[in-house]
């Protein structure tokens, strides 16, 4: 009796669940749709999503296709007409990822704010240029004393030591967070191991079952309450001293937000500044060393740069690098820059997702109803030969002012930094991390990529495809290695 009585509760618990999350109706009948099973939805996305998407583009043929999360409808949209439609009017983005990814689902509002309340409005204050020209010197600095760290000379594997994602996240803490966070190593670490089990929690079982009390599941909701706690003594102790500190965390307390909203704040903020940026970083080196004609050209870029600005009886690389304008090592890094942005359209082939909150609207002759879920793969543009030649080349002339503009003709094509309403808005900082950090390695070491056994590697890895919304490392059989030497 008892084991009924568990299974009817649990039974009736799932309805509930399943029901009570966002809800679409379905898809047109002329669409091509993968199978569903009752509350699950489509059970091969929750097995291996990448897997999933990547084999029903192939299965579709270049057409739209649906499948099914749970009760609510995802359409895939495809090719330039995709595109027009997923970044038209009416497309909301948080409520998009907040039903594929737990992790940003913790951490979001249940609505958007608007106006000068909003996330893009408030980060873009702490990203503007004259607080970013000032923040600039110390950001220098932080780059400066972790590459102390590394020693002369040494091995490294970017992805699994977390190399360059500790330099992203030190940087990011600065440009987000507060002081007593930045100005502390134990704190980052702290910080980076809460995100660490944040993300450890957020799998599709999460999605099918999230009042499952998973030990990772539990392990999210720990870590949450350890971030609140952290900042709720910084915020405490700031009002009992009467402080009053320059950096993101004091807007946010002086726009009298709870401790929950500025939690939940700094976690989205901080969440969207290294989710990805740390991982492409590493792919930009592994480019750069499987191509040393651009590697060439950048480290060119590079040592003139030194050279015009830091004589040899100067105080030192970073010390010059830290009063130089933004603006001028923007313009002295153009090749840099390029490859930057070649890389990212090499690497950026998963997916976004958006929910459709306007009207219905029409794509390639089907109606995608109000309420539906909408992904779109940058890859469809990214490795389109009619807009990118020989795609899987690398090749960043393709980001000349020149090429640029003739692709213009087609609209949109590149989504490494977003699009349309939703560009990113930390763009020009993640380059300034990105470029800062590579100018302050190529000026210091002398690089190669090795692999396992400490044979050269000249081509790039494949990527090993394991999540829809992240750009991911090699596959382990494919591990390579930065081998770095201090120039003497």
């Not at 502390?184 to 944040?198: H, Y």
């Not at 690098?321 to 090592?329: F, N, R």
Request: contains cysteine.
């Amino acid at each position: 009796m008892h084991l009924i009585t568990l299974f009817v509760t649990l039974l009736l618990y799932v309805i509930y669940h399943g029901y009570k999350r966002p809800r679409s109706g379905p898809p047109e009948p002329d669409m091509l749709t993968r199978r569903a099973l009752w509350y699950i939805g489509t059970p091969e996305f929750f097995l291996d999503p990448w897997r999933f998407v990547s084999e029903s583009k192939e299965w579709a043929k270049g057409s739209m296709f649906s499948f099914k999360v749970l009760s609510s409808t995802v359409v895939v949209l495809r090719s330039i007409p995709g595109r027009d439609a997923f970044f038209a009017k009416g497309m909301d983005f948080l409520s998009g990822y907040r039903l594929l990814n737990p992790q940003l689902a913790d951490i979001t509002p249940a609505k958007e704010k608007s106006g000068d309340e909003s996330q893009a409005r408030v980060m873009a204050k702490f990203i503007q240029a004259g607080v970013l020209a000032r923040m600039y010197p110390t950001l220098v600095q932080d780059v400066s004393k972790i590459l102390d760290t590394w020693g002369n000379c040494g091995e490294t594997d970017p992805f699994k030591s977390k190399s360059f994602q500790k330099i992203i996240f030190a940087l990011s803490t600065r440009v987000t967070t507060c002081r007593e966070f930045s100005d502390n190593p134990k704190s980052i670490k702290r910080l980076m191991k809460i995100f660490d089990r944040m993300e450890a929690g957020s799998k599709p079982t999460s999605i099918l079952f999230p009042w499952v009390p998973t030990p990772a599941r539990m392990g999210r909701f720990f870590a949450g309450a350890e971030l609140y706690k952290m900042v709720n003594d910084v915020v405490q102790t700031r009002k009992k001293e009467g402080r009053h500190e320059d950096d993101p965390l004091q807007v946010l307390i002086d726009k009298e937000l709870s401790l929950v909203d500025i939690t939940r704040f700094i976690a989205m903020t901080l969440f969207a500044a290294v989710i990805n940026t740390g991982n492409i970083l590493c792919w930009v080196i592994i480019y750069l060393e499987a191509n040393p004609t651009w590697k060439a050209r950048v480290q060119g870029e590079i040592d003139k740069l030194i050279q015009d600005n830091c004589p040899g009886d100067s105080p030192g690389i970073p010390s010059f690098l830290a009063t130089v304008s933004i603006d001028y090592l923007e313009d002295a890094t153009r090749s840099l820059e390029l490859c930057i942005h070649e890389t990212l359209r090499m690497i950026f082939t998963g997916t976004f997702i958006r929910q459709n909150i306007g009207d219905d609207i029409v794509v390639s002759g089907r109606r995608i109803k109000h309420g539906t879920f909408l992904m779109f793969s940058p890859g469809d543009l990214h490795f389109d030969p009619t807009i990118f030649p020989n795609p899987d080349v690398f090749d960043p002339t393709r980001f000349t002012v020149q090429a640029t503009e003739a692709r213009q003709r087609h609209g949109v094509t590149f989504l490494g930094w977003g699009a349309s309403r939703h560009a990113c808005v930390g763009r020009r900082t993640a380059l300034l991390m990105m470029k800062t950090t590579m100018v302050l390695i190529m000026s210091r070491f002398h690089t190669d990529l090795v692999d396992a056994k400490g044979e050269p590697v000249r081509q790039v890895p494949p990527e090993l495809h394991t999540m829809l919304f992240k750009v991911c490392p090699p596959a382990p059989e494919h591990r390579v290695l930065l081998r770095y030497r201090e120039y003497r």
